[in-house]
């Protein structure tokens, strides 16, 4: 819980535009925390042991517990966390619903390219955003601890089968191609969220080409995890 | 995570038997737990609206978190905790889908019911353990803040369409069968637990008329639940 009183960016009072874009981009990180914690709990049915059933439902829980903080900043904004979560539930369930893993492997590449891609997106824009709601953002994007195990499990189920690194590097395009497809979508839709982006009178904005250096910074990062799971990207 | 460095009741080494009982019971209930989590998750996926799901996973991850002590108690009792857990998957797992809910409203009840039952059950057992083990388990059981949550959306289910509550007590009559008779079966094949509660040169342990009396306390205790919901035991 953040004790600052003053929600606004410096001492002003929040505009009305840029309560609603701040509202909207909680809303949609609070329900990829949630969907995400909800896909995970799916993974760990298909754990192939005990110990792995217990690392994901760790995960989880963690995942779990950033969405306290999240709820409780779009209460102090005056909004209905339900009300600003449901706005992205389509986008986020059509995500889940394309990218349904079919096994074990496809779910862990999942849980780390997805949320690492929507990690990396979320800060991009926490930096438009005033410095209470910013770093709110900054602590749900904290590491759930599945790197390690994530990248351990990936590469030694290549060691034993190959054929897996094929098919895994396919999954790991499929899963950016779909991110993509969705954030655009849902971008369109919401107005608050885009004129943020661009920028107000008093505000610095995106323009075409720092939109552009953003895509390039998230892809490249997206190729390094890739790489770090031994897959090409 | 306690301190003491004595696992055994007092401060008695631990008889072998006695040992290996313990572990069985601690086994049990961790797994217990670990597949209430992963079916609560799936519950949530069922849930109505974007509150309902946050507070099925509230009370997913409540239940995750007493997985830990459990497993610590495990370790200190020298016992394996993935192979311990092991050891009830399958009657966990045979339960599970024996008694997969049909929708929310069964769902709830079997979380609300069954996590009751499970509870009160380990409650008698842990009578007959050390005062260490008893502790962990004891505070495993702890409430998940699902009683209020669960009593109030089953109440309103049954308020707005009266054929629910006879569908509900039917469910409620078929947990309680298929828990009975997978806790059988699981007993019949565990020595260790089977022999705990029977007793042993220095400990107190259950006769047929002491177990006969057991069994009423958990099927008053059933209704109890059942008539809090609304519903016929």
Redesign the interface.
Known sequence: MTESPAPGPGDAPLDEDYRLAAVDLLGAIA?GE?SA??RL??D??MAP???D??AI??M??AE??H?ERL?DRLVQLGAD??EA??EF?EGFDQFHAHTAPSDWYEGLVKAFVGDGLAADFYREIAAYLDADTREVIIASLEETGQTAFVVEHVRAGIARDHRLAGRLALWGRRLMGEALTQAQRVAAERDALSSLLAGGVDRPGLDLAALGRMFTRLTERHAQRMSELGLDA
Chains 1, 2 share one sequence.
């Open positions: 329900y949630l914690w909800e709990a799916a760990a049915a042991t005990i110990e059933k217990m439902g760790a989880a829980s779990f517990a969405l709820r966390p339900a979560m449901g539930m």
